[in-house]
């Protein structure tokens, strides 16, 4: 298998997973807990952080997703909600910075923390803009369950240290390993 059709495999499942994940929390909530739930952040920096540019996809079909699942909320709330989740990009800047260092997993924590701020301060200062304001510091509490599961998912995920790796380097480092391991 090529890494490009490994590439739309990985994409398409992540994508779908999360949109999934996201439309049972949104509509039914986790343990009975009725507020907004969501996993849209880690998974669309996990899938930056896997394929780089191409999991903007991911973060595109997150943001639609969300557009689909929350159709029947205030719609300056949903415009404002998933404008700022196109925010989860900008961690294509940064994300390179942080790629081969030895505490790569503390930097990943760290860059979610950024990236889930700027996601949260976008959507805020939306609401503001569409009129639909809302105290920071409520707007912060209410997104801290989330942020908190957002943290869980990506420690669960690093405990399987394929998934928070650049996919292409990682596949043609085993592509040349296996090679090498034939011609012994």
Known sequence: MTIAKLRIIDLAVFSLLTIIIDFV???YGLFGLRMYLSVSVCMGLMMIIRWRKWGILTVIVIVIGHMITFW?????????HSLSLLGIILAI???PKIRNKTNHFELIIFLYSGIY??????EWMFLFLFGQEIALINHLFNHSVNFMLGLFILFLISLQKELLLDMNTYLIEKSKER???KSN
Do not use: D, H, P, Q
């Not at 029947?72 to 404002?80: M, P």
């Not at 701020?117 to 976008?122: E, F």
């Open 25 to 27: 929390l949104g509509r």
């Open 72 to 80: 029947n909320n205030n719609l300056l709330v949903l415009i404002a």
């Open 93 to 95: 800047i940064i994300e």
């Open 117 to 122: 701020l700027v996601v949260v301060l976008l």
């Open 179 to 181: 090679k090498n391991e």
